[in-house]
Each structure stands twice: as C-alpha cells, then as structure tokens.
C-alpha cells in the first residue's frame, strides 16, 4: 500500500451518538458503508438524510428510518449536498463513503461550507481509480485503474504517482520514459 | 535558553473597575511592538523587590495593530503578590519585561459564524477576538457574563462597538448566560472560544458536547494561575541542585531562584512547553495543568512544573 502523506486517509463511518441530525452524502456501493453504520441506531437513522449519487441499492433495506434521496449523478448529489450544508446547524454529523475521488470532492465541499476536518468522516468503498492530473500539459484524466498510462491530452506515459494535491483533488502523472522512450514498466492496478 | 524578551514602561495605568487595572505598555527603547493576533498573551515578569513573580496575561484588543501592548489586570485575593503588586504599588513610568507574545487560543480563519463566551476577567482575549473578527468583516456574537454592570471591565465600550451583537448577563440583575439557549440554530462551521472560571469553561465545553457540536469546533483559554500548597523538596538529578518549593511559589519559580533555565512559555498549565521527566517522587502529584491527560497523570512519568505540584516529602526531576 502506499503511504504519503498527503494523500487523505479514510476510516469506517460511526455514528456520533450525541449528533442532533446526520448528513451523509454518498455514491455508489457506498451506501453499504452507511447501512452499516447506521443499521443499529434507529434514533439516528430517524434523524439522518442520505444524498446518494446513482440509484439505490439493496443496502437501503437496512435504512429503513432514514430519508435516502436518489441522484442521478455525482453532480446533482453535490448540488443538494451543498444546498443541505448551507442549511444545516452545528450539531449536524457529516458522514461521507464512496470512491476515493468521490470522498476527495466531497470533502472539499464540505470543508468549504466551514466543516473542520476532523469532524468529517469518511469511508472508501468501490474501486480504487484516481482522479490524475499530467504534470506536462496539465490536463486531468478520470477513474484511471491503472499505472503507467497514457496521457489522453498529450499522449505521454505516464507514470502514477502517489503525491496527490489537494488543491486540485488529483494524483499526479509524471513521464515515466524520458530517458529511454517507450521503455516502461510493467502496468500495475492501481 | 533564553526567550526573545521585551523590556517596557508602563505609559498608561488606569482603573476600569473598582477590581481590574488596565496597563498600556510601550518599549523602553521606543520602537513599535509587534502586533499580534487575537489570543495571544504575554508573560509579564514583576520584580517586587523581595521576587521575580511572573504571571501570563492576555494582550487585549489595543495591541492588535502592535505599537503599544495592552493588558487588564484583575485583583485576586487568593493572588501570589502579582496582581496586588500591580495594583498598589505599580506607577506609571515603571518598567516591566515581557516576553515575546505566543498564541495558543487563535481565532479559526474558516469560520462561517464564531460564539465568543466570557465571563468576568476572562472578557480579556474574547474582547480582542471580537475586535480581529470584526477587523476581518466575519459574523460572530459576544455573549458576557458579569457580576454587575459596575463590576463588568469594558462593559461600555463594548456595547459602543458592538451594538446588538453583544449580550450582556448580570448576575446582580440576575440574569444568567445559558449556554443551551445560545448552541440551537448556529450554523454549521460555527466555532466557539470560551474563557472565564474554570466551572464555565467546562460547563460551556459540556453543553456543547453535548449538543453534537465536534471538539475541533470548540476552543477554551484555560490558564491557571499556579496556586500554592505545602512545601516541599526538590531535587534536580542532572544538574544535582536542591531547592524547597514555598508556599506560594511554583516548581518553575523555584527552579528560576536559584538560577537553572526550564522551558516555558504560557506558565499556566496549558501550552505543554514545560513538561518535566519525572525521576522519583517520595508523595503524590499534585498535577494541576490542563496539558497531561488523565492516563499520563495516572502514570505519573511527567509534571507540569508551571503549575503543578507535590503532595509529599520530595520530588526528584529529570532536569
Ligand atoms: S509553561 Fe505552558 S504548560 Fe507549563
């Protein structure tokens, strides 16, 4: 596994038990993350809303007291994940669980809304792709699974690296045959 | 290891209540003083004549823009000699060192909305926060528990800058802070710094808590003055010295008596600077602080030295 730094690091979803009300946005397969978390407490599902980006999964069935709202895509999640944040008052947990790059934006929001770090939770689920930017020309490829890779902008390869910069939420790629051309190594999941 | 120390004068003294002396101070040399953000305070060495009493006090908001320092000193009856010092015997034109500001208690830059809480002298680095925060165009409110409006320090000018963003309670009015009333309806990314008696601080804190709100939200300025107790002997292992630490001395004013250097910076138990190995202990520590949690006091490997003390014969330390 790799281990720097800045890369942000995730943990399992639990219920703040004093919380007056929950806010979770989430996507995917990580609404199994929030069944679990929130299967045994039925105060805090009662007080929970559930923004979930793509369709709803068997998972649901263990959140029987809480609201989940279906979103067709991660765009419209963060539209109501923002609108629900402006809203919502101190007292308010906010729990996040999908992709790493799903948890990445996520956060983001909400830490532009005034939530501190340490008061957010978060929990990877699904797969493991990146969100990569190409050190060269800049440009910013989704979901790579895999390292090395070609730019799609400017057709370099690209090696993966672990470095991940917050600021524009995405790993970085660096040419990885510069000294001798097309010579790479082996291509490893991500 | 010496600290950057400022020596001052003392160009202003003035009583703004019966109970609190206000102090404006300006470099002996005459150059400006730094500024310095909201929350900072300074340790202000007094010379009495018979000691060296240094006590930590918070610069209040006139130090912000730097130039001059200001602080309010409340006389406490249960004082070491500080407070009464600078109340009965300090004059204007007397000199004073300083050292160099530090800030433990900062106000959160990313705050949508910040909840100041003061009560009594602890109005000191809220006043200044309130000053910063409203420097910055940012949204807060200043809630202020007082014995009597005659009692409260900067009651006036407070409600002359603030307006309704102030809350005054007055205990002689009866009028009590309620924190519960004030928690409901803050938005989310609120921040709250409380500072005042030790029994608010952690009733405040506790309420919050208890409402949801995360402890990364939630800020408290909780300086101790060290307190006395019983004698007892020291010993310091490395540098093979003794010394008895009186009555009404610290462990860290003693070791400064007889000349060897420990780290400090707040001397009020919170900042952690002073940690202290603890080699052999012949009593029970009496740890006064509000650095070490309570599985390290259990252990009873490390002392505060700024503040804490021993219930006991002799305590040997690791200095
Ligand atoms: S000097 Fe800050 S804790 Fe002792």
Same mark, same amino acid.
């Given at each position: 596994? *790799?281990?720097?730094?800045?890369?942000?690091?995730?943990?399992?979803?639990?219920?703040?038990?004093?919380?007056?009300?929950?806010?979770?946005?989430?996507?995917?397969?990580?609404?199994?993350?929030?069944?679990?978390?929130?299967?045994?407490?039925?105060?805090?599902?009662?007080?929970?809303?559930?923004?979930?980006?793509?369709?709803?999964?068997?998972?649901?069935?263990?959140?029987?007291?809480?609201?989940?709202?279906?979103?067709? =895509? %991660?765009?419209? @999640?963060?539209?109501?994940?923002? $609108?629900?944040?402006?809203?919502?008052?101190?007292?308010?947990?906010?729990?996040?669980?999908? #992709?790493?790059?799903?948890?990445? @934006?996520?956060?983001?929001? $909400?830490?532009?809304?005034?939530?501190? %770090?340490?008061?957010?939770?978060?929990?990877?689920?699904?797969?493991?792709?990146?969100?990569?930017?190409?050190?060269?020309?800049?440009?910013?490829?989704?979901?790579?699974?895999?390292?090395?890779?070609?730019? *799609?902008?400017?057709?370099?390869?690209?090696?993966?690296?672990?470095?991940? *910069?917050?600021?524009?939420?995405?790993?970085?790629?660096?040419?990885?045959?510069?000294?001798?051309?097309?010579?790479?190594?082996?291509?490893?999941?991500? | 290891?010496?600290?950057?120390?400022?020596?001052?004068?003392? =160009?202003?003294?003035? $009583?703004?209540?019966?109970?609190?002396?206000?102090?404006?101070?300006?470099?002996?040399?005459?150059?400006?003083?730094?500024?310095?953000?909201?929350?900072?305070?300074?340790?202000?060495?007094?010379?009495?004549?018979?000691?060296?009493?240094?006590?930590?006090?918070?610069?209040? $908001?006139?130090?912000? #823009?730097?130039?001059?320092?200001?602080?309010?000193?409340?006389?406490?009856?249960?004082?070491?000699?500080? =407070?009464?010092?600078?109340?009965?015997?300090? %004059?204007?034109?007397?000199?004073?060192?300083?050292?160099?500001?530090?800030?433990?208690?900062?106000?959160?830059?990313?705050?949508?909305?910040?909840?100041?809480?003061?009560?009594?002298?602890?109005?000191?680095?809220?006043?200044?926060?309130?000053?910063?925060?409203?420097?910055?165009?940012? =949204?807060?409110?200043?809630?202020?528990?007082?014995?009597?409006?005659?009692?409260?320090?900067?009651?006036?000018?407070?409600?002359?800058?603030?307006?309704?963003?102030?809350?005054?309670?007055?205990?002689?009015?009866?009028?009590?802070?309620?924190?519960?009333?004030?928690?409901?309806?803050?938005?989310?990314?609120?921040?709250?710094?409380?500072?005042?008696?030790?029994?608010?601080?952690?009733?405040?804190?506790?309420?919050?808590?208890?409402?949801?709100?995360?402890?990364?939200?939630?800020?408290?300025?909780?300086?101790?003055?060290?307190?006395?107790?019983?004698?007892?002997?020291?010993?310091?292992?490395? #540098?093979?010295?003794?010394?008895?630490?009186?009555?009404?001395?610290?462990?860290?004013? @003693?070791?400064? %008596?007889?000349?060897?250097?420990?780290?400090?910076?707040?001397?009020?138990?919170?900042?952690?600077?002073?940690?202290?190995?603890?080699?052999?202990?012949?009593?029970?520590?009496?740890?006064?602080?509000?650095?070490?949690?309570?599985?390290?006091?259990?252990?009873?490997?490390?002392?505060?030295?700024?503040? #804490?003390?021993?219930?006991?014969?002799?305590?040997?330390?690791?200095?």
């Amino acid at each position: 596994m *790799s281990e720097v730094k800045s890369r942000p690091k995730w943990g399992r979803l639990a219920v703040v038990p004093e919380a007056a009300a929950h806010l979770v946005c989430a996507e995917g397969v990580g609404l199994d993350a929030v069944a679990e978390a929130f299967g045994d407490h039925d105060a805090a599902q009662a007080a929970a809303t559930v923004l979930l980006a793509g369709p709803t999964t068997a998972a649901q069935a263990g959140l029987t007291g809480t609201r989940v709202l279906s979103h067709p =895509s %991660r765009a419209t @999640a963060f539209t109501a994940f923002h $609108a629900h944040l402006d809203r919502a008052k101190m007292g308010t947990a906010i729990y996040l669980a999908g #992709s790493e790059s799903f948890l990445n @934006a996520a956060s983001a929001i $909400a830490e532009a809304h005034g939530v501190v %770090r340490e008061a957010l939770q978060g929990e990877h689920r699904g797969a493991r792709t990146r969100r990569v930017q190409c050190v060269h020309c800049k440009g910013i490829m989704e979901a790579v699974a895999v390292s090395p890779i070609v730019c *799609s902008h400017c057709g370099v390869h690209l090696m993966v690296r672990d470095h991940y *910069s917050r600021r524009l939420g995405a790993f970085m790629g660096v040419v990885v045959d510069a000294e001798a051309p097309g010579v790479l190594p082996q291509a490893l999941r991500l | 290891m010496r600290a950057l120390q400022y020596t001052v004068r003392v =160009s202003e003294a003035e $009583a703004v209540t019966p109970r609190v002396r206000r102090l404006r101070l300006v470099a002996a040399d005459g150059t400006a003083l730094p500024p310095v953000s909201a929350g900072a305070h300074t340790v202000v060495s007094i010379d009495t004549g018979e000691r060296v009493i240094r006590n930590a006090y918070s610069l209040t $908001a006139p130090s912000l #823009s730097g130039g001059a320092y200001e602080i309010a000193v409340l006389r406490t009856p249960e004082s070491r000699g500080g =407070s009464a010092f600078i109340h009965e015997r300090l %004059r204007e034109g007397d000199s004073l060192t300083l050292s160099a500001p530090a800030n433990f208690f900062p106000v959160n830059r990313r705050a949508r909305h910040h909840v100041l809480v003061a009560g009594g002298i602890g109005i000191t680095p809220i006043a200044a926060m309130a000053e910063e925060i409203f420097r910055l165009g940012a =949204s807060f409110e200043l809630h202020y528990a007082v014995r009597s409006a005659h009692d409260g320090a900067f009651c006036r000018e407070l409600a002359a800058r603030f307006g309704g963003r102030l809350h005054l309670y007055c205990g002689e009015r009866q009028e009590r802070l309620q924190v519960q009333a004030v928690l409901p309806n803050q938005p989310l990314g609120t921040h709250l710094y409380v500072c005042g008696p030790e029994r608010m601080i952690e009733a405040v804190l506790a309420d919050a808590r208890a409402a949801g709100w995360p402890n990364a939200n939630l800020h408290a300025e909780r300086f101790v003055a060290p307190a006395g107790g019983e004698p007892f002997s020291l010993f310091l292992r490395r #540098s093979q010295r003794s010394v008895t630490v009186g009555a009404d001395e610290s462990v860290l004013e @003693a070791i400064e %008596r007889i000349g060897v250097e420990a780290p400090h910076l707040c001397r009020g138990g919170a900042c952690g600077e002073c940690i202290t190995a603890v080699s052999h202990a012949d009593g029970t520590l009496d740890h006064r602080d509000h650095f070490l949690s309570a599985a390290e006091r259990d252990a009873g490997e490390h002392v505060m030295i700024c503040v #804490s003390r021993l219930k006991g014969r002799e305590l040997v330390l690791d200095l």
